[in-house]
């Protein structure tokens, strides 16, 4: 049986999907392009308005597409709302969520023979039957059948030299606009031993950025007592070898000091924070159910940038949520100003079933969020191209990733800014252009698809998932211009 997945999502959800195809793999089916494919998997997300359309649409779309091949709606849209889609969603011929894939697939497999002869109403009993097991408190990883791959040696769909690695699943937070819980459940961790080899397997695969993820990494461990993140980076510090380590979303409430140290001590560890400050008015954060404050959000950036100079932050702001009037505004775009952060995405409020904001009075309009959103976004450029300035004229290393083929997509990642689209990059001012190989890359203060990219002009082939030392040359919009040393 060959099988094709179509991912969307978080990066998490990545790795749910790459979890999915090693244990596709292991039980004997082969991964081909959609039209040699006989099951399509659409692995969801379900996390707001916007991607639970975008999801659909995708099921619709394939089954218009292959009317012949089976279509399997699965990840976090259909761990939401699986039964209600098993039901009202007659073009996906099975649905099941983040948790029960391999119980379903197991259930399917050693019948792959008559498969094609099952009815659309027996996979719906199917998909019910799994939907039931969503809440099962073990992990994705603890329930891949006998013989699948370990973590470490799952396919990838990251760009080459880099891979995810995920160290919990669920969330304690309980932030009152956020469905996660409900999808993904409570905090569960991975043990630091488990995740140790998955490391250490990834890196013998040549893989030179770890990145690190969870819904919050900095809750890592509370379940086994007491957070545990910085345990874990300095066991993975003990690992030899030439390699980046970047941290991905730290709630910033409770957000580990102690890693500054580890930082300090092995410069692998990458000086860059994803941390969710989400507003600047602590009446929204408040309703938000976030403990934090602009001022003690502004105090946790200035100690890290008085400990680490070069230090990269990002963060994510939201707009529009049920209480917030011009006021509140203002002091988002005061916090904004003060915090002069390197990257941001902004987005509008997305009124979610079954949490705690659904029935918050005060309502705002969608057109007034959708407009505070561009404001942020575009109070934001300016910002970061002049954070990205500070780098022009240094020596860092870059990580290659591809040839560079065609015009490249400059934006600021989650932001949608007519500034910065589009950019056509040429190599610096003294180098002829059939002397050099463009490629794209990205270096240590810029996260995969997130944030800009390194545009290399290189007099020599380089090769893709290898760190290369380069000089900043210029900035073209949010990317870098860098040229080998």
């Known amino acids: 049986m060959r099988y094709y997945i179509d991912p969307f999502g978080c990066a998490k959800n990545q790795v749910d999907a790459e979890n999915m195809m090693a244990a596709l793999d292991s039980s004997g089916w082969v991964t081909s392009a959609p039209d040699e494919a006989d099951l399509i998997i659409i692995n969801s997300c379900g996390f707001i308005e916007s991607a639970k359309q975008e999801s659909i649409n995708a099921t619709l779309a394939w089954r218009k597409l292959y009317p012949e091949k089976k279509i399997l709606l699965a990840g976090c849209l259909a761990q939401r709302y699986g ?82 690695v995920k160290i919990s699943e669920g969330c304690d937070n309980r932030c009152s606009y956020c469905a996660i819980p409900n999808i993904r459940g409570n905090l569960r961790s991975r043990n630091i031993s488990e995740l140790m080899d998955e490391c250490q397997q990834l890196l013998d695969r040549g893989i030179k950025e770890l990145c690190i993820i969870a819904q919050d990494i900095g809750s890592y461990g509370k379940d086994f007592g007491a957070p545990a993140l910085p345990e874990l980076l300095k066991e993975i510090t003990r690992i030899k070898g030439e390699f980046w380590v970047r941290l991905l979303y730290i709630h910033p409430d409770h957000f580990p000091f102690s890693i500054l140290d580890l930082m300090k001590e092995d410069k692998r560890l990458l000086p860059y924070f994803d941390l969710p400050f989400q507003h600047g008015s602590e009446k929204i954060l408040r309703l938000m159910n976030r403990r934090s404050n602009a001022h003690a959000c502004l105090e946790l950036i200035e ?69 505070r959103k ?112």
Not at 150 to 162: A, D, E, I
């Open 83 to 164: 039964r209600e889609l098993a039901e009202a969603l007659p073009e996906a011929d099975a649905v099941f969520g983040n948790m029960n894939f391999i119980d379903f697939i197991s259930r399917r497999h050693g019948d792959t023979e008559n498969s094609d002869q099952r009815s659309g109403a027996e996979f719906s009993k199917y998909a019910q039957d799994s939907v039931a097991l969503c809440h099962c408190e073990r992990s994705f990883r603890d329930k891949l059948m006998p013989g699948a791959l370990s973590p470490g040696r799952r396919p990838l769909l990251s760009l080459p030299g880099s891979a995810y």
């Open 303 to 371: 100690t890290i940038r008085r400990r680490f100079p070069d230090a990269v932050i990002r963060s994510t702001f939201m707009t529009g949520f049920p209480g917030e009037t011009e006021e509140d505004f203002e002091c988002l775009l005061d916090f904004q100003k003060k915090a002069s952060l390197d990257w941001l995405g902004c987005f509008a409020y997305s009124r979610e079933e079954d949490t705690p904001a659904w029935d918050m009075k005060g309502r705002v309009a969608k057109k007034t969020a959708a407009q």
């Open 374 to 485: 561009r404001f942020v976004e575009e109070r934001q450029i300016p910002i970061t191209e002049k954070q990205m300035d500070r780098f022009i004229d240094r020596v860092f290393d870059v990580l290659v990733e591809e040839k560079f083929e065609a015009p490249l997509r400059c934006d600021m990642g989650d932001m949608d800014c007519d500034m910065g689209d589009m950019k056509v990059f040429s190599p610096p001012n003294n180098t002829a252009l059939d002397e050099t190989t463009l490629y794209l890359g990205r270096l240590p203060f810029q996260a995969s698809e997130v944030d800009g990219a390194a545009v290399i002009s290189s007099p020599r082939p380089l090769k893709a998932g290898e760190l290369v030392p380069c000089r900043v040359i210029a900035r073209a919009g949010f990317d870098l211009e860098v040229r080998p040393v």
